[in-house]
């Protein structure tokens, strides 16, 4: 750009009139897909688009553009004050909203690599090569993606805020498939593609697949060890049951009542650390309000659950906004902790999670994954690529992929034991803007588990 991102931001917050705010995002990704140890689709982005986010008596409206002239951005600007003054005049008084944010000095972080901003084609080219290698020595075949993005973020508000901010991330994820559909799962996220080991990953993907064939494990409750990439699907979805200050202020959610109280087993300490070392951190949210460490669990105690400004006044008591804002204005559904950090235990690895367990059950990854009841915090979901049967503590057969419905604050609270070091774990596959996240955790075991069914052997 020709302007800087802050400039282009200052800009497009003079065509606004009243309380404003203006936002401009500037991505440049590049993303490679594969799938029987072939390229399927590059692509290359390079795009800015400017949001304007207008307050009129506490109702606000919001219009997007990536026309960067004055007319567009006028034009963007006179949409926005349309949608506030719409709202307002439906509703017929004065809306929620609060006052913009006042400015806060954002904290700098670890989030950029000047060697992954200059995204270069020729290492996602190479880290493909490796994982075809990988694959082709044990006669399989590799899907999945590789991708690495810098993302520019500049806001400007009436309120004064002035803030400039610029990640980067990558990913890669692997899935080893034999002829028989038998797959393994590996992948890994970090700040800098050079972090990124394509090598590593396909070896944790082939040595998933196994040659024979998997035994069926009828339902019932099992001792469980879950790796990383399970483990950080169910925080996921408990940052929106339990964390997400605007269900918590409908009295919809899973820590409703519960603050203060025991909600998992003691040596659950889980915090939204958005400069933890292996995180993917950001200076500030999408109200410009600097992100800092916020502890939701600590020794098993439930603490806090998460605000932008909009879920904040809903709260009301004085709660404020915890800059947790995932849109200008805050999403629909709410605030979302995007810096989930679950601190590990004491145990070297998944190998020793399983040594006390008879007969139980070892889970890779989950998909297809749905909420079933959100203040249980209730899921069901299936195992997938690399699911395998415990017996006298070693992990001896694979196992048919299963259905479960279980708890996640149930599952936490039956957590026996967890690995010494946390991993960051993530499922990237952008579609539209590109918003990178992820959940720092180790893998764990705990007892109970939910099995409801089975999939149908072929």
Same mark, same amino acid.
């Given at each position: 750009m020709a302007e800087s991102a802050l400039e282009l931001a200052e800009r497009a917050l003079?065509? &606004?009139?009243?309380?404003?705010?203006?936002?401009?995002? *500037?991505?440049?990704?590049?993303?490679?897909?594969?799938?029987?140890?072939?390229?399927?689709? #590059?692509?290359?982005?390079? @795009?800015?688009?400017?949001?304007?986010?207008?307050?009129?008596?506490? *109702?606000?409206?919001?219009?997007?553009?990536?026309?960067l002239s004055d007319e567009g951005l006028r034009n963007v600007a006179a949409r926005a004050d349309a949608g506030a003054r719409a709202a307002a005049a439906a509703a017929g008084g004065r809306g929620e909203y609060p006052d913009l944010p006042q400015p806060g000095p954002p904290r700098a972080h670890h989030g950029y690599d000047a060697a992954t901003a200059a995204l270069d084609p020729a290492v996602a080219g190479e880290a493909l090569r490796v994982a075809f290698a990988a694959c082709a020595e044990r006669g399989l075949e590799a899907f999945g993606v590789w991708t690495a993005g810098d993302v520019e973020t500049a806001i400007a508000t009436s309120a004064g805020v002035r803030v400039r901010d610029e990640v980067t991330d990558a990913y890669m994820k692997v899935i080893a498939r034999d002829d028989r559909g038998r797959s393994g799962w590996g992948s890994d996220a970090a700040v800098?593609?050079?972090?990124? @080991?394509?090598?590593?990953?396909? !070896?944790? #993907?082939?040595?998933?697949?196994?040659?024979?064939?998997?035994?069926?494990?009828?339902?019932? +409750?099992?001792?469980?060890?879950?790796?990383p990439e399970a483990v950080g699907e169910l925080l996921?979805?408990?940052?929106?049951? !339990?964390?997400?200050? $605007?269900?918590? #202020?409908?009295?919809?959610? !899973?820590?409703?009542? +519960? $603050?203060?109280?025991?909600?998992?087993a003691p040596s659950i300490s889980l915090s939204d650390s958005p400069r933890f070392p292996r995180t993917l951190p950001r200076a500030f949210d999408l109200e410009g309000v600097p992100k800092a460490p916020l502890p939701l669990i600590q020794d098993g105690v439930a603490h806090r659950v998460v605000h932008d400004t909009r879920s904040a006044a809903r709260a009301g008591g004085g709660a404020r906004t915890t800059g947790h804002a995932t849109a200008p204005g805050g999403a629909g559904l709410g605030p979302h902790p995007t810096n989930l950090v679950l601190i590990g235990g004491g145990a070297v690895d998944?190998?020793?999670? !399983?040594?006390?367990?008879?007969?139980?059950?070892?889970?890779?990854?989950?998909?297809?994954?749905?909420?079933? *009841?959100?203040?249980?915090?209730?899921?069901?979901?299936?195992?997938? =690529?690399? &699911?395998?049967?415990?017996?006298?503590? +070693?992990? &001896?057969?694979?196992?048919? =992929?299963?259905?479960?419905? @279980?708890?996640v604050l149930r599952i936490l609270e039956a957590t026996e034991a967890l690995t010494a070091t946390p991993r960051l774990v993530t499922e990237a596959d952008f579609y539209g803007r590109r918003f990178a996240t992820g959940v720092v955790c180790p893998a764990l075991r705990a007892h109970d588990f939910r099995i409801t069914g089975a999939t149908v052997a072929a």
């Open positions: 003079g065509h &606004t009139s009243g309380d404003a705010q203006a936002t401009v995002t *500037h991505e440049r990704s590049l993303l490679s897909r594969f799938a029987r140890s072939r390229p399927t689709q #590059a692509t290359q982005v390079d @795009d800015t688009s400017v949001s304007i986010l207008r307050v009129h008596d506490g *109702h606000t409206g919001s219009a997007d553009t990536n026309d800098a593609a050079g972090a990124i @080991d394509p090598a590593a990953i396909a !070896a944790r #993907a082939v040595g998933k697949v196994w040659t024979e064939e998997p035994t069926d494990l009828p339902p019932g +409750r099992y001792r469980v060890v879950l790796e996921d979805f408990l940052g929106y049951l !339990a964390f997400n200050g $605007l269900v918590h #202020a409908e009295g919809r959610g !899973a820590l409703v009542g +519960r $603050l203060g109280q025991r909600v998992a998944e190998a020793e999670l !399983a040594a006390p367990i008879e007969r139980g059950l070892y889970v890779t990854r989950f998909w297809y994954v749905n909420i079933v *009841h959100e203040k249980q915090t209730l899921l069901t979901g299936m195992t997938r =690529d690399g &699911t395998f049967l415990i017996e006298d503590g +070693r992990i &001896t057969r694979p196992v048919r =992929d299963v259905r479960f419905t @279980d708890s």
